[in-house]
């Protein structure tokens, strides 16, 4: 992992289901940063913390945000 953050967007239980699946297919590494299923919206702005996550969010908070790149 080049230390980047992932970030999953979709309904809430399908994106738990998807970075659990995704962590396990990373096997033999390990992510050893912050790993999140689903982020609550008052965390919402840890999405911009300079530190790679692995994060889950709803289509609603990711309109929400504005992120450009």
Do not use: Q
Not at 34 to 52: G, Y
């Amino acid at each position: 992992m080049l230390e980047k953050s992932v970030i999953f967007v979709g309904k809430a239980n399908l994106i738990s289901t998807a970075i659990l699946g995704f962590n396990c297919l990373l096997h033999p590494f390990k992510w050893c940063f912050a790993f999140v299923p689903i982020l609550p919206h008052p965390l919402i702005d840890m999405i911009e913390a300079p530190v790679p996550l692995l994060v889950g969010i709803t289509k609603k908070e990711y309109r929400d945000l504005n992120l450009t790149d």
